[in-house]
Structure formats: structure tokens, C-alpha cells
């Protein structure tokens, strides 16, 4: 997983589940073989570490992980060791990479680190002796790609990992600790579940498009329940656009090193709809829409900017010529300039009417990763790696200001109608609140994972986040109340789904219903009666409320065995 630091954070920042990669589950009992382990490579590192890059140390690290025999041999140019010694997990160089707490060691380089599933499945393998098994090679052809991912059918949940939803219920007396802050959780077992790479409000803020594993999810936010599903797609979801009109949705989604598409869907039908842009060999990073609707812009993992007229699918401009992945693309609110950030710790503006280059925003220490425009046209916002943001002026390219405070990348950036507020997502779990001017306003704690995704509803009162966790928060900006979390899984005909309030008051679809169960310290209680009262909290009217603004008490929970 020796990655470089711009490939990872773009190509590899969204770490799918090993189900996403490869579509089967394994037995706890059964030893796991290559078979199991080239799904995470394929996903994840041989974009840099493949026998094509290997005589290229500065991309490579002289290893090669695209077939059995490439990882036995290790690292062949440079120093050559080996990665990996069998039977001794703890003792193999990759397994240490993984699981390293060091920035500067772990890898994927630049973070986040790989589940703890697919670490332990490592972990499994090497100490079983990191058996062969089934030949099959970790690369894949473009047609391959859309074979084994496009054309499949939607699994159903594997159900093998708990995943824990959060509430402000106290727990019974029988059951507390010295812990004054505990409070119980649900727990549903439908993980582990794939990364929430892409997030929208609509124009009017009622639906919430949440981009996931191969589907796109459409979220009714104030009656808390999905509206509908788009399917259909190549692999993650890594960029979402509502078209202005508020009637088609483009969806960018891929594979790492394999397949980048863009399809726009009706949104009345939710079928795609005849326009056709052209595949690329990478995954696509980043769209956005024109201002009057007309032109859509692309941002690719091999360093192109693209727009088109998305009616017709004719190209109206290309630019080449970042030396890194491009990360973001975005529009001036007049539709002139269009605004590309780069992981070459560049951003630039390029005037759409004479084709050209008009302005390099050089200075970022690091690949730049989020980036906004305000709606005056003058100035906008970009993140990096530096755990810093910064407040941009377009027209003369200085720095108007340097916002500290935040613990980690900060993702993406999302900004009202007004300007007057901006949402941040960070590695650290924290989606932040700030003005227009970069003035903290609050932290929307809740998350428990990396935060990739961001939006604001246009008139900045209700903010969404989501992640690695595969769940999608929702809160009350004004009051910076969370008030529901959301786990999704889209299946090929259904959506399965559950949403829970801080209040404990929760919904869910029909075959999910049954098999929540109340959890403290991401621990299951096997308490019968506490189940059958927390169970007696599925209130979809009550959810409803809380979702529409009204701020309602905390259920409480009377007894439980000792």
C-alpha cells in the first residue's frame, strides 16, 4: 500500500470495503488466500505499485503488488527486502506500513488508514503462510472493470461488522458506570458498510443525494426516508451535481486505475438520461454544473479538466496541463472562469472564453484537496493537508487569510447561497461551521470516522456530512444540534435503511426493523427487556418531527435486568 502521497489522497482516499472490490464474502473459519486479498490491492495500491511503475522509486518505492508473485518478491529496486515473511504477521514490513500510527510511515500514504477488516484480513493471510489459492491477478482490463462491477447485480448487506448509531439516552442505573457522558447507542448489524464519497442538496434543500458504493441514494430530508435510487454505476461515488434547473442529477463514479464515468439522470424517472460523455482510464474526481445550466466541468485522476456541453456531450475546452490529479472543479458565479485545485499544490483559473490560463494560485504546501467560490466572485477557499484553510483573493491572487484549527485534511467545503456560511469535513470526524470571513462559528460533533463530504442547503440551515463510516449525519446548523444519523444500503430492487435521532426516537425499512438491538460503548447489551423498550422507539412520526426543526426531549428508558 506504499502510495504516493497525491495518488492516495485522491485515487485512495475513499478505502471501499473488501465486498465493494471483489462482491464475496469469507467464513470467519475459512483461511483467506490471495483470492481474498487481491480485491484490496486492486483498489487501492496497484494505481501506484504495479510492474509497469516499478523502475520509478519515486512512484513505486521499487514494489510492485499486481500479482502473487510480485508481493512474495518485495521490493526489487533500491534496496530489495522483503514485505512480507509467512506465518509472522507482526513481523512483516506491509503489516507494520498498515497498521503505523505515524504519518510519515503509515500507508496508504497521507492516510486514512485501511478498515480494520481489511487489516485483519491481511493479518490472517500472512500468519496462515499467505497462501496462493485460486489463480487470479489484481489487474484488470477497462472491459474487465465494467464486467465485474457495472453489470453485476447490487449485493444485499453482508451483515458481518455492528455498526453504532448514536443517542442521548441514559442508560438504566443498572447499567451505569462512573462515565457521566455515556449514553446508549443502536447497534445494527448490516456492515461493514462502503464510503459515502459524495453528497448534494437540491436546489430547494428537501432531498439530499447520498453517493455510495455503484447507487445514489435520494433522501426526502424533512419526511426522513428515501425518495429513490440511482443505480447502475461503475463503482464509488466520488462527485455529485443537481443541474440548476432542480430536474437531473450528474453523477460522477469509478474505479481506481481502471474506469471513470459521468452520467446524468433524470430525476423524475431515475433513468439516465441519452447524454454521453467519453470513459476515462481513471476514476473522474469532481463535476460541477455552470451557473446557467449549460456547461458541465470535469476533473479527472490523470490530470485533465474537461467541460462540455453536457446536452450534447460536445467538448467546449480541455486543459492538461496540472502535474497532479485534479481534485475539485468549480465555476465563478458568472460562469467566465472555471476554478481547478490540483495535488501539485496548485489551483488554477482558466478563462472559458479565450480557452486559456488566466491565473496560477501557487503557495499551498501541500496537494490541495477542498475548494469553494464565494458567490461575490472574488474571493474562494481551499483546504489542504496542512490542517489549515485558506481564505483566497481571486482577482489579485493574495492571501486574504489563514484559518487554523482544524485536526487533519479538511475534505471538502461547502458554502451557502449568501456566502455567509461555510461548512468544512476533516479527518478527524468534525464538521465545522464558520462565516463567510473564516470566523469559527461551531464544531458539528457526532462523526466517528473520516469526513469526506459536504453539503449545506442553500440557505445554510441544514448541513450533511458522511465518510468512511458509510454514515451520513444531519444537523440544525443555527443550533448546531445533530439531529439524525442515517445508514443506507441500496440493493438491486430496495433500499434498505435506518435513521436514528439523538432523542432515540428512530425508522427504519421493513427487514431492518427487527434487528436493531441496544448497544453502551459500541458494546451489544443482551437485555431483553431494554431491546423490546428501545424497540418500542420506532416512530417514524416522531423522527419526522425532529428532522422538520422541532426540538423534542430524550426518550428515556425506565428499567433493565441486573
Known sequence: MLRSFGAQLVGGWLLLCLFAGHGQSLSPAASPTYTDIAPILKEHCIVCHSQQNI?????????????YEAIRKGVV?????????????AQSPILQRVKATSPTLLMP????????????????????GAPLGTTVKATASLQDAKAAFALRPLPPAPMRLFIYLPTHIKPPLALQTQDKNETLEYALHVGPLPPIGALAFSNDGNTLAIGTYRAVVLWDVHNAKPLGCLRGLSGQVLSLAFHPSGKFLAVADGISGMIGEVRIFDLETEQPTQNRFPQEPDQITSIAFSPDGNRLAIGTQRHDVRVYDWTSGIRLKAFSDA?????????????R???????????????????????????????????????DGHRFISSSSSQRLRWWNADNGNTDRFVYGVNGPAYDIAVSADGQ????????????????NGDFQRGLEGGRDWLYAAALTRDGKLAAAAGASGVCYLWDVNSGRLLASIVLWPEQHQVQWCIVTPQG???????????????????????????????????PD????????TDLPVASITTAER
Open 323 to 335: 502535474g497532479d490529479p485534479v481534485t475539485k472543479v468549480r465555476f465563478s458565479p458568472d460562469g
Open 421 to 436: 456560511r461555510v461548512l468544512t469535513t476533516s479527518s478527524d470526524g468534525i464538521a465545522r461551521v464558520w462565516n463567510g
Open 337 to 375: 472562469y472555471l476554478y481547478a485545485a490540483s495535488m501539485d499544490h496548485n489551483i488554477r483559473r482558466y478563462d472559458l472564453n479565450s480557452g486559456k490560463l488566466d491565473h496560477l494560485y501557487g503557495g499551498p504546501e501541500d496537494g490541495v484537496v477542498g475548494l469553494a467560490v464565494l458567490p
Open 505 to 539: 426516537y428512530y425508522a427504519a425499512s421493513p427487514d431492518w426493523e427487527g434487528i436493531i438491538e441496544p448497544a453502551l460503548h459500541e458494546q451489544r447489551l443482551h437485555q431483553q427487556e431494554l431491546t423490546i423498550q428501545m424497540r418500542n422507539l420506532d416512530q
Open 542 to 549: 416522531q423522527v419526522q418531527k425532529i428532522c422538520q426543526g
Open 77 to 89: 529496486v533500491g534496496k530489495p527486502h522483503a514485505i512480507l515473511i509467512p506465518f509472522k504477521a
Open 55 to 67: 523502475k520509478d522509486v519515486s512512484i513505486s518505492g521499487g514494489l510492485a503488488l499486481d500479482s
Open 109 to 128: 500514504k497521507g492516510g486514512p488508514p485501511l478498515p480494520p477488516n481489511q487489516i485483519a484480513l491481511l493479518v490472517r493471510w500472512i500468519n496462515a
